[in-house]
């Protein structure tokens, strides 16, 4: 009696895990995140080398400021990865821009940062970084960002940056 | 410090005695558990890391809550961080099919540390409001399939906390984001016990892959056969994370 209740649930058992294993293979991408390991991303350093084409270490900044560009550089990290995790379409994640200026004198004044977001797209390279009320649109070219910027206080100027 | 500590066990203590008093009164809940309600350890994964915690639900009449912990272990050095949740919905629907208009919260937050002494706290809050769909399906004695779906507005406001090295002058800012999330999954429970899948994406994502997925292992409040028989249910616990995080997060 017992013989085809055993053959019944050893039916079933067979069963469910193959559909378990065609349903993982039929859906893997649409339960798996893109992990850590990122292509192409713009996670590191970046550093400020010049302004209007001119080197960015003691850059006078554009009327009404008066004071010298020292040095400058946005932190970024990715937080989400959209689409293709070898090639992905766009990338979201944290930008923090730390730059120093001197008056001037000469005379170093404190460091000025910014904290935002920034979303770089892969496809058509250019990346828009949203910070305290600013939103700067830029491109990127292998280790190289130009930031066209305007600034309240600084005036437009054009920013490029390197990968550190 | 030892009194705290025993203080918060008691709190803790007194939490589960109260849900799993709940869920006993005959409860169902929606989006995440399976009828009745549940407790389940959730490990999460997203491209900034995995994320473990526990999840529990429960319900009351045709209400239902639900809600999250999950602790971030970054893939990347010097990040860490944690999400939260809770959801309130309304069970509406009879067999079967269960449908589940909500509104909840998601919290979450993320250190950043730079390496050089400073580092950057993003604290990041979404209002959620949706509809959630839940199905279940006993496809062999005791053994149920639940799969789930919802889709709800999100309203989230983002805010940064710079902890620079050096002392300067911050433009700290905030930042606010208007999406729709998605989420979808499906279940399996087994009398008292059931595992599952969901994962989360966002109107803006873009690909096949979303951009969290969930694995939960649980234990059913009201999961009996006969009381599963009588049921209907049910769909995944909690929100992004990063936002999850946002979020997701």
Partial sequence: ?164 | MTCLRSSRVLQAATLLVFLTTAANAGAQTCRGTPRGGGLAFVRGQSFVGSTNGVAAAVAGGRFAIDGDYRSLTADAEGVSGFDASVRFSLLLGGNNLLVCPSLGFVYNSEDWEFGDGGSLTTRTGSARAGLGLGYQREVYKGLSLIPFISADYDFTAIVFTLDPAEEGDEELSGDTLSRVNVQYGILAQYKFFYAGISADRYSDTKGDRPLLARWMVGITFGGSRSSQRRASVAAPIEGPGTVRSPGGR
């Fill in chain 1, 1 to 164: 009696m017992a013989r085809p209740g055993m053959i019944k649930s050893a039916s079933f058992i067979g069963l469910f895990v193959t559909l378990l294993f065609a349903v993982n293979a039929a859906c893997f991408d649409a339960f798996a995140p893109c992990s850590s390991g990122l292509a192409g991303g713009l996670d590191g350093s970046w550093d400020a080398t010049t302004i209007d084409g001119q080197p960015a270490l003691n850059f006078p900044l554009p009327f009404p400021s008066s004071d010298l560009f020292r040095s400058g550089f946005i932190r970024i990290r990715t937080q989400q990865v959209h689409g293709d995790c070898d090639d992905p379409d766009r990338t979201t994640g944290t930008a923090v821009a730390t730059y120093n200026l001197a008056d001037a004198g000469g005379t170093a004044k404190p460091p000025k940062y910014f904290s935002g977001r920034f979303d770089y797209d892969h496809n058509n390279n250019t990346v828009k970084i949203t910070a305290a009320g600013y939103q700067l649109d830029g491109t990127v070219s292998g280790n190289s960002m130009t930031l066209p910027a305007s600034h309240a206080l600084f005036g437009t100027y054009t920013l490029v940056l390197q990968r550190n």
